[in-house]
């Protein structure tokens, strides 16, 4: 038997899609992962402009408290002190500048914001001299312009701390969007990875299953030889012998005109003929069986009829003092079931338990036919059947220690079975040695 190796298609493409996946996955989550970095960057960015802007803004303060404290006590360390702010302060506003560079917006506002605040210290410096010197009116007109300048300068920097906190914001929100496309994309990803691996555990397994199966039939299929080669050997060696043997002794009887004794071995090779035909009949039925080639065909017909013709045949095969007879219960004749495996299946029980039950047996072919359900049985008080053997009963070859010298396959059993299944019956059966035996099968009729 030739073996297909390669796996199915279905099983590299499932392969191939879910590795697909794994990278398309492990893409987007690269890509999402950098898009995400950048944002933290952006975030972090932006809180180092607003930090500057609010160092400027303090430094201005500072500056102005300092100018003021001078103005009172007239001590150095306090002109000390604003000069110190002075310093850091065009300090931050170069790095101010340095960190908008890339937002023409906020850049142009720190070229005003530079200006004004130049144009403001450029006021102080030259105011620091004549502080003390100023009367009362030009104190007054100072601190206006002053606070004029300082106006301009602070709506500068909120609006540079504005714009900052509206991006802030902006980056937020984009970051919970995109937080959520990443968490969806990966979920997604893993969710559709693990169905397709999934799906393919299934097809591996059904792989796996199919090619048990068609081991264990190629198994069957060789175990099936062998037992026909053994039986062969055996079962078809000694008949032929036999016949072989009575058809010299018919010869011998037939030259000395003893024709009784050429008659009764006529008969015996009639009846080991039979035998052999029997056999081979068995493994034919098996061989359609495992093929596929028996499909049932549901009519209907008269199953009373049918068992009366199978007794009145059997009664030919019947050993000196065994009786046969048929029962029919109920008012119903008919039944839809395939007629020929019906037929098959009582013979092939009705043969075993003439071959099988003894001398002197009662064998008794029953029917109980109603409107929804047939049950047919075949009962003997022979012999019977081992408790501890029963189990095996249906097995193909499997033949009970009590036969003795009785030809057969072993597979009778196996192939009523079969024909049971096939017509969606049940095959049953009880056995009290010497005592009683029954086979029944039944088969629900309802449509």
């Known amino acids: 038997m030739k073996k297909d190796k390669k796996l199915p298609a279905i099983i590299y493409a499932g392969c191939g899609f879910s590795l697909l996946l794994v990278i398309l996955v492990g893409v987007t989550s690269l890509y999402f992962s950098e898009r995400q970095k950048q944002k933290e960057y952006r975030v972090e960015h932006t809180y180092q402009v607003l930090e500057k802007v609010h160092t400027v803004y303090h430094h201005l303060f500072e500056m102005g408290m300092d100018r003021q404290r001078f103005r009172s006590t007239g001590e150095n360390s306090f002109f000390q002190s604003y000069n110190n702010h002075s310093d850091s302060l065009l300090n931050d506003l170069s790095l101010l500048q340095g960190l908008v560079v890339d937002n023409r917006g906020q850049f142009l506002r720190t070229i005003v914001l530079k200006q004004r605040i130049s ?16 009367d009362a009116t030009s104190r007054v007109r100072f601190t206006l312009t002053e606070k004029e300048k300082l106006d301009k300068i602070s709506l500068e920097i909120a609006s540079m701390s504005d714009v900052e906190r509206g991006l802030l914001k902006r980056l937020g929100n984009s970051n919970i969007v995109l937080r959520q496309w990443v968490e969806f994309t990966i979920t997604a990803g893993i969710l559709l990875i693990l169905i397709l691996v999934c799906f393919l555990i299934y097809f591996i397994l059904q792989e796996l299953k199919n090619r048990i199966n068609a081991y264990e039939k190629e198994k069957e299929m060789n175990q099936l030889k062998s037992n026909f080669i053994s039986l062969a050997s055996h079962e078809f060696r000694t008949p032929l012998s036999s016949i072989l043997l009575s058809t010299s002794l018919i010869d011998k009887y037939i030259s ?68 046969l007879s048929f029962e029919h219960v109920g008012t119903e004749k008919t039944v839809n079931l395939d007629r020929n495996l019906v037929r098959n299946a009582i013979v092939n029980l009705v043969a075993n338990s003439v071959k099988y039950a003894g001398e002197s047996a009662a064998i008794i072919l029953k029917v109980d036919i109603s409107a929804d359900h047939v049950a047919i049985s075949i009962t003997d008080n022979g012999v019977g059947i081992a408790e501890n053997e029963q189990k095996e009963l249906f097995t193909p070859f499997y033949r009970i220690n009590n036969t003795g010298n009785i030809p057969g396959t072993g597979l009778g059993l196996s192939i009523v079975s079969r024909y049971v299944n096939l017509m969606k019956g049940k095959l049953s059966f009880s056995s009290v040695p010497n005592k009683k035996t029954c086979f029944e099968m039944s088969f629900s009729l309802a449509s």
């Open 119 to 134: 144009d403001l210290l450029m006021f102080w410096a030259g105011d620091h001299a004549n502080l003390k010197d100023y």
């Open 256 to 323: 000395v005109h003893d024709s009784a004794n050429a008659s009764k071995h006529s008969q015996k090779i009639k009846t080991t003929v039979g035998n052999m035909n029997s056999i081979l009949e068995d493994f034919l039925s098996l061989e359609k069986l495992n093929a596929g080639k028996i499909n049932p065909v549901f009519r209907h017909f008269d199953l009373v009829d049918l068992c009366e013709e199978i007794t009145e045949e059997m009664q030919h095969i019947a050993k000196p003092g065994q009786t």
